[in-house]
């Protein structure tokens, strides 16, 4: 029984061991054989029924789950550029080895106040051009006419110098608006312009003067016509201060950059910032004129003549502006303005008096003589503007610290200037005139910050 299973089992090796067909010879059968046909037939799958087990085997039914990311949200693409300069800009996505994305407005304009502290140089336009005396031995007969300089005393002699002035803003940040556009409330201060000019006229010798303030016919008036000496002075200052609700966006986010080294440092991407404001101004403006009279050698009792007009200008308008800054890392630069529609109350005061007890000069031409002495006032309710310009750039030396520099221009209309207002005749008793207007311009450095 034994022989006869050995010799089944070999004839069964020999012909899985590769019996040749046709030459009937056995081939040599490696023990690997043996080994390999067990190992494959430990490899066959077993064939698992999914749902058998799940209840008892938590392995196997988290193996079998699918994980299905979340969708990105639309606000994690708003910022992702398509321009080939910011092949780099990364969205904000949730990368560890990148650092947080940073907003560079709060980067540039963090804290709860804001505020800036500037020095303006600033001059002025030339009073409105009246002529005050002249001389009839050098004029002739038209010593009103605007081409005639030589022998006339104007208003216009003399320009104005640069000023000193200053523009203090200081405002508090209310919070964003629906638009993530910044809000804030502030108070500006803007003045301090005081305008002073001196000028004087003589009569050649053996000559006098003639105002045709008192009017052109002789004899005029007495402490004027015949002085041989005329002198002026005008002095003029402004001072606005308004309170504004400004309304201004920020930079968008930072650009974050890939350095070569494989860091990751972030920029701040140039951008156009626009504000607007609204609010409300008030403009104080006052003038004063003074023109006196003498002769040489005469004491004022005896002859001299005094004329003084003081005037006061109070506007108060709605204030609307805006400005348009084109923000960098490091710089900035743009334009600021506002214009003040208002209504102004005007008013002036003027004094005249004068004496001239001498003897009658030697000649055909008839001189007053006497003494006289009047006091006026009146006001004026009317329309008036106010507008102003900045061109202005600065370097952001820190965060919440820059320093800026800047031209300006400022215009006032609708005011009684006093050199509007001569009435030394007493032709039109308690006129005003205000229809005048200034225009200042000059260059502004300081600093704005916040904190």
């Not at 006098?208 to 004027?224: D, E, Q, S």
């Not at 008096?353 to 006289?372: C, D, K, M, Y």
């Not at 004026?380 to 031209?407: E, R």
Request: charged share 15%; glycine share 12%.
């Amino acid at each position: 029984m034994a022989a006869t299973l050995a010799v089944g089992l070999l004839a069964t090796v020999g012909t899985a061991a590769g019996r040749g067909p046709n030459d009937g010879e056995i081939f040599p059968v490696s023990p690997s054989f043996f080994q390999s046909s067990v190992l494959a037939q430990e490899d066959e799958p077993e064939l698992i029924d999914p749902g058998a087990g799940r209840d008892e085997d938590p392995l196997a039914m988290e193996s079998d789950e699918r994980v299905i990311p979340e969708p990105i949200s639309p606000e994690l693409l708003k910022e992702v550029s398509s321009r080939a300069a910011d092949g780099m800009r990364m969205p904000e996505f949730s990368v560890d080895e990148m650092p947080d994305e940073a907003s560079s407005g709060k980067w540039l304009s963090s804290g709860q106040w804001y505020g800036s502290a500037e020095v303006l140089w600033m001059s002025r336009s030339r009073n409105y051009r009246r002529v005050m005396g002249f001389d009839p031995s050098v004029t002739g007969g038209s010593p009103l006419l605007r081409p005639n300089l030589a022998g006339t005393f104007v208003t216009t002699g003399v320009p104005w110098d640069l000023v000193p002035a200053a523009r203090l803003t200081i405002g508090e940040y209310m919070g964003r608006d629906q638009l993530d556009r910044d809000q804030s409330l502030e108070l500006t201060y803007y003045g301090g312009l005081s305008f002073f000019i001196r000028d004087n006229y003589n009569a050649i010798p053996r000559s006098f003067l003639v105002t045709p303030l008192t009017g052109t016919i002789l004899p005029g008036l007495p402490g004027f016509t015949y002085a041989q000496t005329y002198g002026s002075t005008i002095s003029s200052n402004f001072n606005s201060m308004e309170l504004n609700y400004k309304l201004h966006r920020r930079l968008g986010r930072d650009q974050l950059v890939m350095s070569p080294n494989g860091g990751w440092t972030r920029h701040a991407e140039r951008g156009w910032l626009p504000a607007v404001l609204v609010g409300a101004r008030v403009v104080n403006v006052d003038e004063a004129f003074t023109f006196t009279s003498n002769r040489n050698g005469v004491l004022p009792s005896t002859f001299s003549g005094q004329y003084a007009i003081d005037t006061q200008n109070w506007l108060l308008g709605a204030n609307f502006g805006g400005e348009l800054i084109s923000q960098n890392e490091f710089y900035y630069w743009g334009l600021r303005g506002r214009v003040t529609p208002a209504i102004s109350f005007a008013a002036n005061q003027q004094a005249a008096a004068g004496v001239n007890t001498l003897p009658p000069p030697p000649t055909e031409q008839q001189v007053a003589r006497g003494a006289f002495n009047w006091r006026q006032t009146a006001d004026q309710v009317g329309p008036g503007f106010i507008s102003d310009l900045t061109l202005l750039g600065g370097w952001q030396v820190t965060p919440n610290f820059a320093v800026q520099i800047g031209y300006d221009f400022l215009w006032v209309a609708g005011i009684a200037t006093a050199t509007r207002q001569f009435n030394l005749d007493n032709v039109r008793p308690n006129s005003i005139d205000g229809g005048g207007q200034i225009l200042y311009n000059g260059f502004s450095m300081g600093a704005e910050g916040s904190w």
